[in-house]
């Protein structure tokens, strides 16, 4: 069975920082593309961040040089360190782990960002 868990969610002002992380069963963690995506209210999820199998990342343009995407395969968990945030930031955030063929969702956590 899949499981992808995120943790590390909360309340935080503007400018601060959170880490969330992602630990993920069920897969062979290496070879998943992995990412976050995020939904705010009223609004369609949106690509965060997300990085191969070979450690090649990308951003949506909102995000670069504030957030930083990592994975441990070792510890088959996926990160993302988020600085600097913004009251637009606040979203639930989804791990993402896909391939060619198939694709694996977490519940999300969320994160609110406080002016």
């Known amino acids: 069975q899949v499981q992808l868990v995120e943790s590390g969610g909360g309340l935080v002002q503007a400018g601060g920082s959170l880490r969330l992380s992602c630990a993920a069963s069920g897969i062979i963690f290496s070879v998943f593309t992995m990412g976050w995506y995020r939904q705010a209210p009223g609004k369609q999820r949106e690509l965060v961040a997300a990085?191969?199998?070979?450690?090649?990342?990308n951003y949506a343009d909102s995000v670069k040089g504030r957030f930083t995407i990592s994975r441990d395969n070792a510890e088959n968990t996926l990160y993302l360190q988020m600085n600097s945030l913004k009251r637009e930031d606040t979203a639930v955030y989804y791990c993402?782990?896909?391939?060619?063929?198939?694709?694996?969702w977490g519940k999300g956590t969320l994160v609110t960002v406080s002016s």
């Open positions: 990085i191969t199998s070979g450690a090649s990342t």
């Open positions: 993402y782990a896909g391939t060619k063929v198939m694709a694996y």
